[in-house]
């Protein structure tokens, strides 16, 4: 299955700042998707990002403090702007390679203070 | 509506015995995926068994087994000879291939392997 390289593992930030994390894909995926993790809980769906088009998001999530690119099919970018400590969480991208394949990255660990 | 449903929100097993983690679900669809994943500490998720709903065979990889009963919807995870490094958060998912596809989550279940 595919492997997914996601940095930065782990950050710091300020309040109102933003960062943008990325998603490298070893191989050409069409879907590719979005995840926060708040502490102690699920996994909860940002957004689907397909090559090509805006990507969709979940309700509950704007595209102006989430937004995604995807320029290409093997890449792609979050960015959690203007952020807040209720940001702090772990941000985890994800690629479909077929119905069974499903690979994650490693995950993003942010704090926000 | 939850689609996952997790009921156990921690669970203890002692060490070499075996723990099932509870998992329903709730498609209306005849095609999806059920999956279950393993999270340690450090938040990377671990792919651990898959179980496709036209599949007759109940899934199993190494110690890990799927008990999926379609008619009443679960799909409990079963680890044998525990080990305390499975101690980690647990989840189970499923996919719908003609829902956009995407994986939904229940809200996991902690597992403590006691030595």
């Known amino acids: 299955s595919a492997v997914i390289s996601q940095k930065p593992s782990r950050d710091i930030c300020q309040r109102g700042t933003s960062l943008t994390i990325q998603c490298q894909v070893d191989s050409q995926v069409t879907m590719m998707f979005w995840y926060r993790q708040q502490p102690g809980q699920s996994l909860t769906l940002i957004a689907t990002a397909n090559q090509g088009s805006e990507a969709t998001y979940e309700s509950g999530f704007v595209i102006d403090k989430f937004p995604i690119s995807r320029p290409n099919l093997t890449f792609s970018t979050l960015t959690v702007s203007n952020m807040s400590p209720e940001d702090s969480s772990i941000y985890l991208c994800?690629?479909?390679?077929?119905?069974?394949?499903?690979?994650f990255g490693s995950g993003t660990r942010l704090t926000v203070v | 509506a939850q689609k996952i449903t997790q009921t156990q929100p921690g669970m203890f097993v002692q060490e070499k015995e075996a723990v099932t983690l509870d998992c329903t679900y709730d498609?209306?669809?005849?095609?999806?995926?059920l999956f279950w994943y393993k999270q340690p500490s450090s938040g990377e998720m671990i792919f651990l068994i898959y179980q496709g709903s036209y599949d007759e065979q109940n899934a199993t990889e190494g110690r890990y087994s799927l008990n999926f009963q379609k008619a009443r919807k679960s799909a409990n995870l079963v680890i044998s000879a525990s080990q305390l490094g499975d101690s980690a958060m647990y989840f189970c998912?499923?996919?719908?291939?003609?829902?956009?596809?995407?994986?939904?989550f229940g809200a996991g279940t902690r597992l403590t392997v006691k030595p």
């Open positions: 498609t209306s669809d005849q095609s999806y995926g």
């Open positions: 998912a499923m996919r719908e291939p003609y829902n956009n596809n995407d994986m939904r």
């Open positions: 994800s690629a479909s390679t077929g119905f069974y394949g499903y690979t």
